[in-house]
C-alpha cells in the first residue's frame, strides 16, 4: 500500500486483512518513495496486489506534494511547501493536485520495472476524479444527471456576469481539487443582494482556513475577496440543486461501488447546504431512504451509480455522492472520489468497504 502510515484508513485496511486471514500490507509511505528512500519496483513481488490510498491529513506527505507541485505552477497563494501551516489552513489545493500528479506518475514509472502485479484503484482513475471539471466532462459525456455547470470561473466579476448568462442564482463553489467540503461556498443571489454560506474562514492576511463552524457571509465586498481568493486555486462551479429532506433534514447519500456493484451506502443528514459526516452530521440508514421512495427507485439509483464509476475502467472502487431532488422523482451524481470507501461502520454481508474490496478482486 502507498499511504500514510498512521492514518486511519490504513489501520482499517490492515484489520479487513487480518479478518480474511491475510497477510499484512507493506505500507510504501508517500514520504518514503517521493524521498527516493524507497522504490516499489523493491517492494512489489509477482501476484502482489497494489493499493495508492490517499495521503491524508500526514503533514510531512502533503509537505511533499506541496514541493513537487510548486515547480508546475505559477500562484501567487502558493505556500512555501516547507514551513509549517497553522492548523485549518488550507493550502494551494492547486499546486496539492500537480505534485499528487507527479507523485503518480513516479509510481507509474517504478511500476513498469516491477514484477507483473495488479492495482486496486488505477492511477487514471485517482488522477482524473480528483478534478472536479474533469470528473463532470466525463460523466457529463456518457449521458450521467450531473448538475448543470458553468463554464470555468477565474473571479469573483467573472462569476457574477456567468450567472446572469446563465439565469442562475443560486451555485456550488468548489475547489476543482479539494475533498470533505474544505474550502466549498454555496452562493445565492437575487442580482442584487447576495449571501455565502461556506467552510472558509479568511484572516486580515488573506490566508483561508477550513473550520467546521459554518458561517453566512452577506457583505459583498467579503464574498468578492474570498471567492477571487478562492479563484486562484482553480474551482468548479454547479447549478445549487435543491436537495430533498428526511427527517426534517436535507439529505445526500455515499454511494460505495465496488468491482461494478453498489454495495454500501450512507444516509448523510444537514441543517445547512453540506452534508460531509466530519462537519458533525446526522446520518441514516440507506433502509430510512428506501421506506421512503421504495426499493424500484433506489436500484435505479444504484445503477446510476454503477454507470458513473464505469466511465473509469481502472477503478475497482469509488464512493459516488448522489442527490435526490425534494420530490424524490430525480437523481443526480454530485461528485466521485477514488478514496471514498471509509465507511467503516456499514456493512454488507457481514463485510465492511476493505474487505468487500478484497473478495470482489477478480
Known amino acids: 500500500m502507498v499511504g500514510s502510515a498512521d492514518d486511519r484508513r490504513i489501520q482499517l485496511f490492515q484489520a479487513a486483512l487480518s479478518r480474511r486471514s491475510l497477510p499484512a500490507a507493506k505500507v510504501v509511505t508517500y514520504s518514503d518513495l517521493l524521498g527516493g528512500r524507497v522504490a516499489l519496483a523493491d517492494c512489489l513481488h509477482a501476484g502482489d496486489i497494489l493499493r495508492i490510498e490517499s495521503p491524508g491529513k500526514s503533514a510531512e506527505s502533503n509537505r511533499h506534494l506541496l514541493r513537487l507541485g510548486r515547480p508546475l505552477v505559477e500562484d501567487d497563494y502558493a505556500k512555501t511547501p516547507d514551513l509549517p501551516l497553522e492548523k485549518g489552513q488550507l493550502f494551494s489545493t492547486r499546486q ?22 495488479r492495482i486496486m484503484n488505477g492511477t487514471n482513475a485517482i488522477r482524473t476524479m480528483f478534478d472536479k471539471r474533469a470528473t463532470q466532462r466525463v460523466l457529463q459525456s456518457a449521458d450521467i444527471p450531473i448538475a448543470p455547470l458553468l463554464p470555468p470561473i477565474n473571479s469573483y466579476a467573472q462569476l457574477r456576469d456567468a450567472l446572469q448568462s446563465a439565469d442562475m442564482r443560486r451555485v456550488f463553489i468548489k475547489p476543482a481539487h479539494g475533498s470533505s467540503a474544505a474550502g466549498i461556498i454555496a452562493y445565492e443571489t437575487n442580482g442584487q443582494q447576495e449571501k455565502v454560506t461556506t467552510t472558509i474562514e479568511r484572516d486580515a492576511r488573506g490566508r483561508l482556513f477550513n473550520s467546521r463552524r459554518i458561517r453566512v457571509v452577506r457583505n459583498s465586498a467579503e464574498i468578492s475577496r474570498l471567492i477571487d481568493t478562492l479563484c486562484r486555486q482553480r474551482v468548479h462551479v454547479e447549478r445549487w440543486l435543491p436537495k430533498a429532506s428526511l427527517a426534517g433534514q436535507q439529505f445526500d447519500v455515499r454511494v460505495v461501488v465496488i468491482n461494478g456493484k453498489a454495495q454500501h451506502s450512507i444516509v448523510r443528514l444537514s441543517h445547512t447546504p453540506f452534508t460531509n459526516l466530519h462537519l458533525l452530521n446526522d446520518r441514516a440508514p440507506i433502509e430510512t431512504l428506501i421506506a421512503q421512495i421504495g426499493m424500484a427507485r433506489w436500484r435505479d439509483a444504484q445503477a446510476t451509480c454503477e454507470r458513473a464509476v464505469a466511465c473509469f475502467p481502472d477503478a475497482h472502487y469509488a464512493g459516488v455522492d448522489l442527490l435526490f431532488t425534494t420530490n424524490f422523482h430525480h437523481h443526480y451524481v454530485l461528485e466521485l472520489n477514488a ?24
Do not use: S
Open 339 to 362: 478514496f471514498g470507501d471509509l465507511l467503516p461502520t456499514v456493512r454488507v454481508n457481514g463485510m465492511d468497504t476493505y474487505e468487500m474490496a478484497l473478495c470482489e478482486l477478480k
Open 96 to 117: 496539492w493536485y500537480l505534485g499528487l500528479c507527479a507523485a503518480l506518475d513516479l509510481i507509474d514509472d517504478q511500476r513498469t520495472t516491477a514484477p507483473p502485479h
